[in-house]
T-cell receptor, first 114, second 115 residues
Framework: GENVEQHPSTLSVQEGDSAVIKCTYSDSASNYFPWYKQELGKRPQLIIDIRSNVGEKKDQRIAVTLNKTAKHFSLHITETQPEDSAVYFCAAKRTTGTASKLTFGTGTRLQVTL | NAGVMQNPRHLVRRRGQEARLRCSPMKGHSHVYWYRQLPEEGLKFMVYLQKENIIDESGMPKERFSAEFPKEGPSILRIQQVVRGDSAAYFC?????????????FGQGTRLTVV
């Protein structure tokens, strides 16, 4: 089955700096890669996703990149703000053929300091 | 279009009782996932269901846990004879079927406390 690894487990940046979170996956058939943000005591919320037919996607201060050959994808947050502090989870899924479950990484706790 | 609805939000059970957690997917979504989350930990996969079918239950403990997603009504995660170790937040997520639209959205979760 799919295995998703995520690094780092904790990340502290100063407000205004950039943050990068990296994930690797094992199943070359995975073709859908979402990212979720979870604030304390709340549900995970989808913030951005990327499919395997593109290498990069951007939405305001958030961008994701995908390297299919190396089987890794990354989340980039620029100009970080205190409200970006949360736990971020990457995930991978196969949507073609036999659909697979959404497999999550172990999470990155991002702390944005003033 | 209401989001994914889970109930109850909080559930307290004594050891040995049964817990029934409900998840109503978003309108038009036919796939449901259940995850368990312990405090300060990640999302542990439990089961993946489609209407009337279990697609993947590789994360379900072999005893006491069961899940269903009937043709009509919500998906149910059932835990029999609960133990203290079952205390956790249980999240469900739903997604549409198909290849193009695959976004999965989470419900608010049910926080189960076993006393």
């Amino acid at each position: 089955g799919e295995n998703v690894e995520q690094h780092p487990s904790t990340l502290s940046v100063q407000e205004g700096d950039s943050a990068v979170i990296k994930c690797t996956y094992s199943d070359s058939a995975s073709n859908y890669f979402p990212w979720y943000k979870q604030e304390l005591g709340k549900r995970p919320q989808l913030i951005i996703d990327i499919r395997s037919n593109v290498g990069e996607k951007k939405d305001q201060r958030i961008a994701v990149t995908l390297n299919k050959t190396a089987k890794h994808f990354s989340l980039h947050i620029t100009e970080t703000q205190p409200e970006d502090s949360a736990v971020y989870f990457c995930a991978a899924k196969r949507t073609t053929g036999t659909a697979s479950k959404l497999t999550f990484g172990t999470g990155t706790r991002l702390q944005v300091t003033l | 279009n209401a989001g994914v609805m889970q109930n109850p939000r909080h559930l307290v059970r004594r050891r040995g009782q049964e817990a029934r957690l409900r998840c109503s997917p978003m309108k038009g979504h036919s796939h449901v996932y259940w995850y368990r989350q312990l405090p300060e930990e990640g999302l542990k996969f439990m089961v993946y269901l489609q209407k009337e079918n279990i697609i993947d239950e590789s994360g379900m403990p072999k005893e006491r846990f069961s899940a269903e997603f009937p043709k009509e009504g919500p998906s149910i995660l059932r835990i029999q004879q609960v133990v203290r170790g079952d205390s956790a937040a249980y999240f469900c997520a739903s997604s549409p079927s198909g290849v193009v639209n695959t976004e999965a959205f989470f419900g608010q979760g049910t926080r189960l406390t076993v006393v």
